[in-house]
């Protein structure tokens, strides 16, 4: 167990919908990552906050955006799904912002229809 | 933007022998090199990471090498045994960036 959390474990929705990912960092961490995981995409960054502010940017997509909450928790927001955005995405933690050793959540297996 | 080449994609061992996974970047500036586990359906567990300023690093059976020059990187796996079988991904951390770039994994299986 990292002691990152995620919820929810699993996610169905449909075509068009928006669905929101919660991801908890391990005490003390500050910083948040997420990662989305598709079979013929491996793992790819998305976006990282650092103590509530956005620090990194990876090949996020517009209709994707995400938070992070004064208590640290972050949320990664999907709207007007496709089929294509059926993945595994995956929160990581760390406790700064540069060069940390990031742990990861077990993930929210996400399937639109 | 940096790019990770991981190789091989599949890899297949006896139990006790050594395994290899080698990774190489395009980033001159890459500084940290983390090596994660991934069991199915599970999250990606950090086995050993090295960072630029040292050549090799060992962890019991889990050992990684650097060559900053040639710009790759190794994980060996000696004495394998089943609960090894796994994909492994190795990844780069470009500058002051935290965003790791992984290569596209290696499926480990460990066979009897």
């Known amino acids: 167990d990292s002691g990152v959390t995620q919820t929810p474990k699993h996610l169905i929705t449909a075509t068009g919908q928006r669905v929101t990912l919660r991801c908890s960092p391990r005490?003390?961490?500050?910083?948040v990552y997420w990662y989305q995981q598709s079979l013929d995409q491996g793992l790819q960054f998305l976006i990282q906050?650092?103590?509530?502010?956005?620090?990194a940017k990876g090949n996020i997509l517009e209709r994707f955006s995400a938070q992070q909450f004064p208590d640290l928790h972050s949320e990664l927001n999907l709207s007007s799904l496709e089929l294509g955005d059926s993945a595994l995405y995956f929160c990581?933690?760390?406790?700064?912002?540069?060069?940390?050793?990031?742990?990861f959540g077990p993930g929210t297996r996400l399937l639109v229809l | 933007g940096e790019n990770v080449e991981q190789h091989p994609s599949t890899l297949s061992v006896q139990e006790g022998d050594s395994a290899v996974i080698k990774c190489t970047y395009s980033?001159?500036?890459?500084?940290?090199f983390p090596w994660y586990k991934q069991e199915l359906g599970k999250r990606p567990q950090l086995i050993i990471d090295?960072?630029?300023?040292?050549g090799e690093k060992k962890d019991q059976r889990i050992a990684v090498t650097l060559n900053k020059t040639a710009k790759h990187f190794s994980l060996h796996i000696t004495e394998t045994q089943p609960e090894d079988s796994a994909v492994y991904f190795c990844?780069?951390?470009?500058?002051?960036?935290?965003?790791?770039?992984f290569g596209t994994g290696t499926r480990l299986q460990v066979t009897l």
């Open positions: 990581a933690s760390s406790v700064g912002s540069e060069q940390e050793t990031q742990y």
């Open positions: 005490s003390g961490d500050l910083s």
């Open positions: 906050y650092y103590n509530g502010e956005e620090r």
């Open positions: 980033d001159s500036a890459s500084n940290y």
């Open positions: 090295i960072r630029s300023n040292v």
């Open positions: 990844a780069a951390l470009t500058g002051t960036a935290s965003k790791l770039t």
